[in-house]
């Protein structure tokens, strides 16, 4: 039973809280020899996996680190790691110089092998959230668009194979949305307990203004605890 | 328990099929316009669901339920979609709607000469409409309510 995270959105599809409970870090390093088997392309958030799924990685991993140095989106700059790590190449003086490659160009050249790769999932950024609550917010609207019976609400509850997310709007246009695993049951309460929280410690808070971003740390707490209560109990009331 | 409707839809996000069996309200809209609003969010929903995910996924995105409908999708690895709406008190049903592709779909379109499997599926394809419907009405999940 696990709760991954929780957001609320506002009535204009704003981001205005979010709370990550517990994402698993999925994280691997493996040594590879050339050639290294797997489609790699560039992406916004660095190079990802196209194709070649093996050894535990997974089509859409990125690169986190090579050789123990992190990568900088599709880029790698060896000059501020320890020399170990890069001594025993018989690089040209020029590159050298500045140690800094295209992580692509780097990984197609043989004298570079063998490599330590660190594939994993990238974690979502801030920005990456906000975009994700909108698309949620107007997913909401069409599902009652498209709906074949009379007076229907939006997504209640949406399955994947791994997580469930649930969604609760209060009438006043607000979203609470958590995501969970399948076994995690009652998040039904915990949305509305959610909502009695949000009453009590974010809108009484005298600093708070109305669909603004929620920065009260007891609001934080109290979710917090009524997520671990779930978690232990099956209620989020203690 | 009361099926609503079936959208079959192709890779191109063409819908090669429509068939409903209970409808109570319709959209402000034409059918091509509804088939490709429902199409689009489809694909949102899909990409939404892969990029939200805390974890690797298998299969993304199964079903959603608002308070009165579930949407229970399936794709084949060739890209046709299968999208059934049903009430909320049907769990997964993702065994019928494989099953739905690979007697009906495969053995009434695919593999009738006269078909095409990415083409839409035009109403002189009786055999495939006959053996739909005969399928669902039998299903544990067609009910009374849905004949009357």
């Given at each position: ?8 959105i506002n009535r204009s599809g704003g ?117 994700l609550s909108s698309i949620f917010h107007s997913m909401y609207a069409i599902a009652c668009q498209l709906s074949?019976?009379?007076n229907s609400s939006g997504i209640r509850?949406l ?6 997310l649930?969604c609760f709007q209060s009438?006043?246009g607000i979203k609470?949305v ?61 | ?24 309200k319709?959209t402000n809209m034409?059918?091509?316009e509804e088939?490709?609003l429902m199409?689009g969010f489809l694909?949102s929903v899909?990409?939404f ?15 959603f339920?608002t308070n009165c409908y579930?949407l ?77």
């Amino acid at each position: 039973m696990v709760v991954y995270s929780f957001y609320v959105i506002n009535r204009s599809g704003g981001l205005i809280f979010s709370y990550e409970h517990s994402i698993p870090k999925i994280e691997l390093e493996k040594t590879f020899s050339y050639p290294l088997g797997f489609v790699l392309t560039p992406g916004d958030k660095g190079v990802v996996v196209q194709f070649g799924q093996r050894d535990g990685i997974k089509v859409g991993h990125t690169i986190i680190a090579i050789n123990g140095v992190p990568a900088r989106r599709n880029n790698i700059d060896f000059s501020s790691a320890p020399p170990t790590a890069t001594a025993n190449d018989d690089e040209p003086p020029t590159s050298s110089l500045t140690n800094s490659y295209d992580i692509i160009e780097y990984l197609s050249d043989p004298s570079h092998y063998p490599v330590a790769i660190k594939f994993g999932r990238t974690r979502l950024a801030g920005n990456e959230k906000l975009i994700l609550s909108s698309i949620f917010h107007s997913m909401y609207a069409i599902a009652c668009q498209l709906s074949p019976e009379l007076n229907s609400s939006g997504i209640r509850e949406l399955e994947t194979d791994q997580y469930k997310l649930y969604c609760f709007q209060s009438i006043t246009g607000i979203k609470f949305v958590a995501l969970t695993d399948l076994k995690q049951t009652n998040v039904d309460a915990l949305l509305r307990r959610s909502y009695e929280l949000h009453s009590d410690y974010a809108l009484k808070n005298p600093f708070y203004s109305l669909e603004q971003p929620i920065w009260c740390p007891l609001f934080q707490q109290t979710v917090q605890q009524a997520i671990d209560l779930l978690e232990r109990t099956g209620s989020p009331y203690a | 328990m009361v099926v609503y409707n079936l959208y079959i839809f192709n890779r191109n996000g063409q819908c090669l099929f429509y068939r409903e069996w209970l409808r109570r309200k319709q959209t402000n809209m034409s059918k091509e316009e509804e088939f490709k609003l429902m199409n689009g969010f489809l694909f949102s929903v899909k990409s939404f669901v892969q990029r939200l995910s805390p974890v690797d996924l298998k299969d993304g995105f199964l079903s959603f339920k608002t308070n009165c409908y579930k949407l229970h999708y399936y794709e084949t690895a060739t890209g046709h979609k299968f999208v059934l709406n049903t009430d909320n008190n049907v769990g997964n049903i993702r065994d019928i709607l494989h099953q739905l592709y690979s007697t009906i779909f495969v053995n009434y379109i695919v593999k009738n000469p006269r078909a095409s499997a990415v083409d839409v599926i035009d109403s002189d394809q009786e055999i495939f409409i006959e053996k739909l419907d005969e399928f669902i009405s039998n299903l544990s999940i067609f009910s009374q309510t849905n004949k009357a």
